[in-house]
């Protein structure tokens, strides 16, 4: 399922991030990366070795927050590629702009599947709960890490896809395959609202409350990621509609850029989750409380 760049494309985004509104672009991205996303990566960073410092021998971290570091790092990639692209541009180096779109289709890919991950990680963990509860066993870990390294794999696989040669499916693939992803992802919110709303066998008292507590939590995240994930999705689709359109192609690098930005929420979700269940968003803990 690698969402490959013909090679037309990858030329296409050479001269559009070196044009002036790409320039433009590419700086004010960069700088709302560097302002928005990369203190929260930063900060998770360090709750995660503090975490790790303060665990119990024989403890391991939840599945969310390993697939939280992962992205994590895909973030930190991202930072990086638009960082050589900002520098390319701005310096007139030619190789710079090239090393960040490899590095910016690692992030375009993996952030799409640790996204995906942690949805069907929250889906198995309501609806599937023993499952589940064997899941975090050695066994559980060690599936939750080849998954990891297959994703990875994957995202460094996708890099080679900058340079095949010149097919008009391979767009149109990388949108249904983005697709395939978000109907994955509608299929577990559903399913843990169902779960949600059903009653729940030998539920009762603060017990029942604690258990729909966990349970919404998981529902939020998954409608959370599926918000975000649906702008990605018209994004993709928008480019794919109008890439191929000899009428359109004088605007379809304005339209390139603007969609870049779809990007921005997906890179602030999982992050914001992590300190959410950290219980550092003091906003959103008090006023859950309240209620």
Not at 144 to 162: H, T
Not at 164 to 171: D, F, K, M, Q
Request: charged fraction near 10%.
């Amino acid at each position: 399922m690698m969402m490959c760049f013909p090679i037309a494309l990858y030329h296409f985004l050479q001269k559009c991030y070196s044009g002036p509104a790409g320039t433009t672009n590419t700086i004010a991205i960069t700088v709302c990366s560097l302002l928005l996303v990369l203190p929260l990566c930063v900060y998770v960073v360090y709750l995660g070795l503090k975490q790790r410092h303060q665990r119990r021998s024989g403890t391991a971290a939840s599945h969310s927050d390993v697939f939280t570091y992962n992205m994590v790092a895909v973030e930190l990639m991202n930072i990086a590629g638009y960082l050589l692209c900002c520098g390319g541009v701005l310096t007139g180096v030619p190789v710079m702009v090239p090393m960040g779109i490899c590095l910016l289709s690692v992030y375009y890919f993996g952030q799409q599947l640790f996204h995906t991950l942690t949805c069907v990680e929250r889906y198995v963990a309501v609806v599937h709960p023993v499952a589940y509860l064997r899941l975090r066993s050695q066994k559980g870990a060690t599936a939750r890490d080849v998954s990891i390294g297959c994703v990875w794999l994957l995202c460094f696989a996708n890099i080679s896809c900058l340079y095949v040669a010149e097919n008009g499916t391979i767009l149109s693939y990388s949108v249904w395959a983005l697709v395939f992803l978000f109907i994955i992802i509608s299929f577990c919110s559903p399913s843990v609202l169902c779960v949600l709303i059903g009653p729940g066998p030998g539920a009762g008292g603060g017990g029942r409350q604690r258990v729909d507590r966990s349970k919404m939590r998981s529902f939020y995240t998954i409608a959370v990621i599926m918000a975000v994930l649906l702008v990605r999705v018209g994004a993709a689709a928008a480019i794919s509609a109008t890439y191929y359109q000899v009428r359109l192609r004088s605007s379809r690098c304005t339209l390139w850029l603007f969609t870049s930005w779809s990007s921005l929420p997906c890179s602030l979700v999982l992050p914001l989750l992590f300190l959410h269940r950290a219980g550092k968003l003091l906003l959103w803990n008090n006023s859950q409380r309240s209620h």
